[in-house]
């Protein structure tokens, strides 16, 4: 078989392809070999996807405009070196170091930098979207120039003395990230988790953390003014020394919180949910905590450990509505408090409730507090503890204080109008100008009161007019700030009275006993049925004032008033104080010339042989 002749026409031209093709083979290796010698130390504009530059030295190298998708990193030394508008969208950096390093424009969509160094660097229109920055270094970087941190991952990064004013963080995941000292002004952290985060004196002034999670979080000394912390939660962090003045804590959820010396004046805490927090010597003058749930947090042996705020100052504050029978306000100020506003329930100062299958009452410690010039008015404070309590001019009309504990208190011109003290103690509690007229004071302890200028009986009776009719009686009734009194009835000629009291007696009995018919003058007293009354009456007025059954051992009544004569209808009237059934003793002193009633009995003290 012949050789196949290739034409000398076509041989040349297949001669001159195949120069070519080595020649493009030549160049292509020479282009390599030049780009091999010059990249590093200058990548810039170069596409090296995919590259491995794992634990190289590349510190100074310029990879500005370059395409580093996917490249890995990890554990290079790029101190220095130039990423401006680079492409390193899902590249490997992890453990890199990246000290004073330019990424400004560069995207670093979906990054993993976990444990790299980023000291420094510029970050200038970074988009860091869904970076991993988990154990970071970020120390002193500047993150104010138009960085994009959505949905970056910053758990236990080093972000100390940073600069994040007006970063988007929203929905960030910051767990123990240590960002003390950071600039965090304004910035928008909603949603963001940093559960573990150290943010000591970090700066956080009306920034967003709407919904935040910073449980076991540290905040000392961070100033978190006009700052949005609605619906955070705060379990076992602390705050102690932190400004906070002028802050939205609204629904905030705060168990085991340490905000001891905390500055909130002026902040929003309505509906916080608070569990055994200590609040010792915070300022929270003029806040808002209406409907706040200050509770107990039920511990180890089913122990309750209360919401703590001895020595706070709530001057001015508003708790209306709110929980208080798991707190402790011993020695607090709550001077001009509120704590009813129309549209909230009245607050709760005592609560029952079974702890490990034991039914316990709890109750608010307001012991030593400052609730001068309070507004308690229909307040709900049975069974509380205010011995040593400052009420000065405290608005305590209608107020329920059964069994509450007063002793030493200072009660001095306080309104106790219609007040229930039923069983209350009151030893050695100042009185002074203090108005007691309508009041329940049934069973209470008067020992070493201080009465001095104390209204038990109103100054001037309530007229009836003739022919009432119940409607008006009723009307007349409801708008007296007396509850109990005496009616002084005309029948028949005579005068006779009944005692009245607004709880009990108005129902159908006392519409059919018609007895309002006859009613011509009441008269507003206080009630101290079956008190304890071991204290002086220095010409005080108790015409009128039911003392049956009371206990009269060692009181004085030298210079009291306990008769008075009265003008009805042309007639006089003798009022006189109720003494049936008392008992007293050899201590008791009686005004001159006064006989107790043949009901009451005299104690005899045996003396010891």
Excluded: H
């Amino acid at each position: 078989m012949s050789a196949l002749k290739i034409p000398a026409k076509n041989r040349a031209l297949i001669e001159m392809l195949a120069m070519i093709a080595v020649i493009t083979v030549i160049l292509l290796l020479a282009i390599f070999l030049i780009r091999s010698l010059r990249c590093p130390p200058s990548c810039s504009g170069d596409n090296l996807t995919g590259q491995d530059f794992r634990n190289k030295t590349l510190d100074g190298v310029n990879f500005s405009d370059a395409t580093l998708n996917g490249v890995d990193f990890t554990g290079a030394s790029l101190q220095n070196a130039d990423f401006a508008n680079a492409d390193l969208s899902g590249a490997i950096l992890v453990g890199t170091n990246l000290i004073n390093s330019d990424l400004s424009e560069a995207d670093l969509i979906g990054a993993n930098l976990t444990e790299a160094n980023l000291s420094d660097a510029t970050l200038r229109n970074t988009n860091m979207s869904g970076a991993d920055l988990t154990n970071a270094i970020l120390t002193s970087v500047d993150f104010t120039q138009g960085v994009t941190l959505t949905a970056v991952i910053l758990d236990k990064a080093t972000l100390i003395g940073a600069n994040l004013a007006g970063a988007k963080l929203g929905g960030a995941q910051l767990e123990e990230a240590n960002l003390n000292g950071a600039n965090l002004t304004g910035a928008s952290l909603d949603g963001a988790n940093l559960t573990g985060a150290t943010l000591q004196g970090a700066i956080l002034e009306q920034a967003n953390l709407l919904g935040a999670t910073l449980d076991n979080a540290s905040l000392r000394g961070a100033k978190l003014v006009e700052a949005n912390l609605s619906g955070v939660s705060l379990i076992n962090s602390t705050a102690s020394g932190a400004d906070m003045q002028n802050a939205d804590l609204t629904g905030a959820t705060m168990v085991d919180t340490r905000m001891g010396g905390t500055n909130l004046t002026n902040a929003i805490l309505d509906r916080v949910n608070s569990q055994a927090s200590r609040l010792a010597g915070a300022d929270l003058r003029r806040a808002l905590m209406r409907d706040a749930k200050l509770d107990v947090f039920v511990g180890l042996f089913d122990t309750p450990f209360p919401t703590v705020l001895d020595g706070a100052d709530l001057t001015e504050a508003s708790l209306a509505g709110s929980y208080l029978a798991g707190a402790t306000l011993s020695g607090a100020n709550l001077a001009q408090a509120s704590f009813s506003e129309r549209g909230y329930t009245p607050v709760i100062w005592a609560d029952s409730r079974s702890i490990a299958g034991e039914e316990i009452t709890l109750r608010a410690n307001l012991s030593g507090a400052n609730l001068a010039n309070a507004n308690l008015q229909s307040a709900n404070l049975a069974d509380a503890d205010l011995s040593s309590a400052d009420l000065t001019q405290a608005n305590l009309r209608y107020a329920i204080l059964r069994n509450t504990v007063m002793d030493l208190a200072n009660l001095q011109q306080a309104d106790l109008r219609s007040a229930n003290l039923r069983g209350a103690s009151l030893v050695g509690t100042d009185l002074s100008g203090a108005r007691l007229v309508g009041g329940d004071f049934s069973e209470t302890k008067f020992v070493t009161t201080v009465i001095s200028n104390t209204v038990f009986v109103s100054a001037e009776p309530i007229e009836f007019p003739a022919e009432t009719t119940y409607q008006d009686f009723l009307s007349t009734i409801y708008s007296l700030d007396c509850q109990n009194g005496t009616f002084l009835l005309a029948a028949d000629g005579a005068l006779k009275e009944s005692r009245f009291n607004l709880g009990a007696n108005l129902g159908r009995s006392y519409y059919n006993n018609r007895l309002w018919e006859d009613a011509v003058l009441y008269i507003c007293v206080a009630d101290l049925y079956k008190s304890t009354v071991a204290t002086e009456f220095p010409q005080t007025n108790l015409a009128g004032v039911d003392f049956s059954f009371a206990d009269f051992r060692a009181a004085n009544l030298v210079d009291a008033i306990l008769s008075q004569v009265i003008q009805v209808e042309g007639q006089e009237y003798t009022l006189n104080a109720d003494l049936s059934s008392i008992s007293f003793d050899e201590f008791t002193d009686w005004p001159p010339g006064y006989t107790p009633p043949a009901s009451a009995k005299r104690i005899i003290i045996e003396s010891n042989p």
